[in-house]
């Protein structure tokens, strides 16, 4: 089992600036791919960046792209977000998941254990 806790969200205005944290226990955090996604009210969860094993290979949303960056500490067992610029269209609940794998992927279907989510909200 792999238990994942995010941290960091919050409110923030037009082209701020928030760092989202996802700390991870249960499992070698250094063997797998790790992944950012976020679900917005009405709308279907969708893919904001993901980032290999080792943090050497990473992607992210054409939507995000320049914006928000992904890492990783596997010292500490934490992935980040990094994002800038933030839009009101990124207001969203943002999840925290673990790849089957060493990544890095886009697809749902790909991760096996996700947090329980942390809510950005983006002011105009």
């Known amino acids: 089992q792999v238990q994942l806790v995010e941290s960091g969200g919050g409110l923030v205005q037009a082209g701020g600036s928030l760092r989202l944290s996802c700390a991870a226990s249960?499992?070698?955090?250094?063997?797998?791919?790790m992944g950012w996604f976020r679900q917005a009210p009405g709308k279907e969860r969708e893919f904001v960046a993901a980032i290999n094993y080792s943090g050497g290979s990473t992607y992210a949303a054409d939507s995000v792209k320049g914006r928000f960056t992904i890492s990783r500490d596997n010292a500490k067992n934490t992935v980040y977000l990094q994002m800038n610029s933030l839009k009101p269209e990124d207001t969203a609940v943002y999840y925290c998941?673990?790849?089957?794998?060493?990544?890095?992927?886009?697809?749902?279907?790909?991760?096996?254990?996700w947090g329980q989510g942390t809510q950005v909200t983006v002011s105009s």
């Open positions: 998941a673990h790849h089957r794998s060493r990544g890095p992927g886009y697809a749902l279907y790909e991760y096996n254990y």
């Open positions: 249960g499992r070698t955090f250094s063997s797998y791919g």
